[in-house]
């Protein structure tokens, strides 16, 4: 299904290995990151995710920047998914690669989860 736009709807552009790294450089280097590489190194993670564990069954959602729908269990079609990961910016990319841990993040209140499929502790990090 296309929109007038010209995008693919439900298939995001893919973001290049070589975007992606310079991206999570970017913002590693950076003490207030440009928004452009903060979300292209969010948009990223997010498909590594997608990736590394593919499925429907919890919906992690990184406001402003993106939303992905992983891991193998029941797919959700309708309203508010029963598996929900949502945290920032930062908190993601921080998981993702490593730098923060998900007991701790979830400890500190930096990450709301809910449903039986929404801890992700053994999924990450990502290793990009």
Do not use: C
């Amino acid at each position: 299904m296309r929109r007038g736009t010209g995008t693919v709807v439900g298939m995001p552009r893919r973001i290049s290995t070589d975007d992606g790294r310079s991206a999570l450089a970017a913002v590693a280097a950076a003490a207030s990151p440009a928004r452009t590489d903060l979300a292209t190194a969010v948009r990223y993670l997010l498909q590594l995710l997608a990736e590394k564990a593919p499925g429907n069954s919890v919906e992690v959602r990184v406001p402003p920047f993106g939303a992905v729908q992983a891991v193998e269990g029941p797919r959700h079609t309708r309203g508010t998914p029963p598996n929900v990961v949502e945290t920032d910016p930062a908190t993601w990319i921080a998981l993702a690669t490593g730098t923060e841990s998900w007991g701790d993040a979830v400890a500190a209140g930096r990450i709301r989860a809910s449903g039986t499929r929404a801890d992700l502790a053994g999924l990450l990090p990502l290793r990009p």
